[in-house]
């Protein structure tokens, strides 16, 4: 059993950044690839970016490349996810993701999932 929990979000302006956090809890945590995935109102969920914990970038959804990075510290279990230049299309809620593999995270296919936080950008 994995255990993840977002936090970070909030309200900033268009042009401005935020920094999401995901700790992740668990026996076997480490042997799963990491995602970030958004939901808009009436949207479908999304990929964003994905990595291992070994710190290899699995990819970036074109939408963000350039502008978020995905990130681990080992040593406090925690997947982050530097959002710069952030704009108005930015807005959603984001989620913190496990799966076993580089191409089941990209998919969604994901075994564990956060509960989400919460980002507004104001135009």
């Known amino acids: 059993q994995v255990q993840l929990v977002e936090s970070g979000g909030g309200l900033v302006q268009a042009g401005g950044s935020l920094r999401l956090s995901c700790v992740a809890s668990g026996r076997t945590f480490s042997n799963y690839a990491m995602g970030w995935f958004r939901q808009a109102p009436g949207k479908e969920r999304e990929f964003v970016a994905a990595t291992s914990w070994s710190g290899v970038s699995i990819g970036y959804a074109d939408s963000v490349k350039g502008r978020f990075t995905i990130f681990t510290y080992n040593l406090r279990n925690t997947v982050y996810l530097q959002m710069n230049s952030l704009k108005f299309e930015d807005t959603a809620v984001y989620y913190c993701?496990?799966?076993?593999?580089?191409?089941?995270?990209?998919?969604?296919?994901?075994?564990?999932w956060g509960q989400g936080t919460q980002v507004t950008v104001s135009s």
């Open positions: 993701a496990a799966a076993p593999s580089p191409d089941t995270v990209v998919a969604g296919r994901c075994d564990y």
